[in-house]
């Protein structure tokens, strides 16, 4: 397009001097025809760069998971293989269960011996509550002994022995006491503990089965979401285990993004909600039309990390770092995703953002991107 401009500008030129000869052609209006031609020239390419950035730089980036197995465990069956489409819940690997299987088979056991002891709670209470009122007329009665015999050893009509004795049936009398009290307190204190709506000891093991459970169901390792697994290289009999963190595979998931990187200077007029345009290498000839979703104002040169150490400064350097280049987040136009083109992931390509501003220079940036897409066709590569 812009050599189009130029040839027009040379047609105008050719027909004011040399058609019509409206004006001298001399070493004047030659210098300044040339120096027109680079001054136009200068200001297109200067607006255009700022009024339609454009990035060299397009990636098309999807989201990876490593799989790993929340329980360690021998690889039973590998129910998958790669670079096939999955469901997000679809099984990937299977660990052999028996051992949770056991520890959950015997957490059922104990949770019906505890709820069995539960259920028993209140007559444990009631039957303490007895052996206290037991234990109290027992005492009550050694005590009114001791009393009438204090009364007639005093009178000369009993014996010094039969007092010593009642005293200390009352000793052993109180002790009973004493117990049967304690035995009543710690009776209540086991119905009356509870979580919810369960005895404490029953919720401890309820909690303990349910873990137990949760370890049962994860050694069945399933999709995250819909994708395909990759470097599936795990077999049965392996012996999986989560730490040290060795995956199992990895899982390209199907959501992608799209991102165009531009130099600092290039996005000062580019807002979310801009049009824009893509030309990827994998899909030559076609030209994807999408809109600017955000701008990404951060990169890693304005990142300290975390260190005892201080930092250098640039000026410290010979020469400072390179500036790196911001992230625009773009997005296709279609509604629908199975209507979008498929893009691989980590495909590359250039992309043009078109600002609210001169609107028909746009014109410009849309033939060279259609260009480029063209281009794309070509493989510059010896046989």
Sequence with gaps: MLEIIIAGYGAIIWLVFIKLKLLPW???SQLGAVAGALFLAATIIFTVNVITPVSEDVRVINM???VTTRVPGTVKRVAVEGNVMLKKGDVLVEIDDTPYRLKVNQLKAQLADVQANANNLKQDLESAKNGTLSAKAHFDLMTLRLDESTKLATAGAGNQYDVESYRSEVQKALAALNTAKANEVKANSKLT???GDDNASVASVKAQLEAAQYDLESCVVRAPADGFAVNV???PGNYAVAMPLRPLMSFVENEQRIIAFFDQNELRLVK???KAEIAM????GKVLYAKVESIIWANGGGQSVQSGV???TPMEHLHAPLPQKYAV???LNHEDAEDAPYLAMGARGVGAVYTDHIKPLHLLRMVVLRLDAKINYLIFKLP
């Excluded at 290498?281 to 030559?284: D, N, V, Y």
């Design 26 to 28: 001399n070493i004047k």
């Design 64 to 66: 990876v998971s490593e």
């Design 193 to 195: 503990a509870v979580v």
């Design 233 to 235: 290289m795990v077999r």
């Design 272 to 274: 979310p909600g801009d």
């Design 281 to 284: 290498r994998t899909i030559p």
């Design 310 to 312: 201080i930092p250098n």
């Design 329 to 331: 987040r773009l997005k």
